[in-house]
C-alpha cells in the first residue's frame, strides 16, 4: 500500500510542466524496467520530461565526473523549467542532493508528498 499510494504512477495525468528523470542503469534499488514503465505513462498523457541516463552508476552517481553532469543537468533544468525559482541554492553550495532536488520538484508541482521512485513489491527498504 505505501509503495501505491508514494509512486508517482498515479499522479503522471496530474504533473504540471516538465520533469527530469534521473537513472543509473546499474542501480539495484530501481531496476531500468521501472523507469521505463513511468516514461511509458508520460507519454501516454502527453507529460514533458528530460532524461539523463549513467550507463556505468549504480542509484545514485558516485564518480565525480557523473555527479558533476548530473548536477549541471539538474541546475540547467531547474532555470528552463521554473525561471529561477528553485534553482538558486542548487548549484551554489554543491551539496543538494537528488533527494532535495526531487522535493522541491515536488513543491513546485503542488504535491504534498515528494515524488518517489517506483519500487518493486519483493524489494526491502533500510527501516531504522
Known amino acids: 500500500e505505501g509503495y501505491r499510494r508514494a509512486s ?5 495525468e496530474h504533473i504540471r510542466g516538465s520533469l527530469l528523470l534521473c537513472h543509473g542503469l546499474l542501480d539495484e ?12 505513462e508520460l507519454i501516454k498523457h502527453r ?9 556505468s552508476e549504480r542509484h545514485s552517481p558516485r564518480r565525480q565526473d557523473d ?3 548530473l548536477e549541471e543537468r539538474i541546475l540547467a533544468f531547474l532555470q528552463r523549467s521554473l525561471a529561477g525559482g528553485v534553482s538558486a541554492g ?3 553550495g554543491r551539496r ?9 520538484l515536488s513543491r513546485a508541482a503542488g504535491r504534498e508528498r515528494p515524488f518517489s521512485t517506483v519500487r518493486h513489491p519483493r524489494q526491502r ?3 531504522t
Do not use: C, E, W
Not at 543538494?96 to 522541491?104: E, L, P, S
Open 8 to 12: 508517482a504512477l498515479a499522479d503522471v
Open 29 to 40: 534499488n530501481v531496476l531500468f524496467r521501472q523507469s521505463a514503465i513511468l516514461v511509458n
Open 47 to 55: 507529460k514533458a520530461y528530460d532524461f539523463a541516463m549513467f550507463p
Open 67 to 69: 555527479r558533476a553532469f
Open 90 to 92: 542548487v548549484g551554489a
Open 96 to 104: 543538494r542532493t537528488h533527494t532535495g532536488v526531487a522535493a522541491a
Open 125 to 127: 527498504t533500510h527501516q
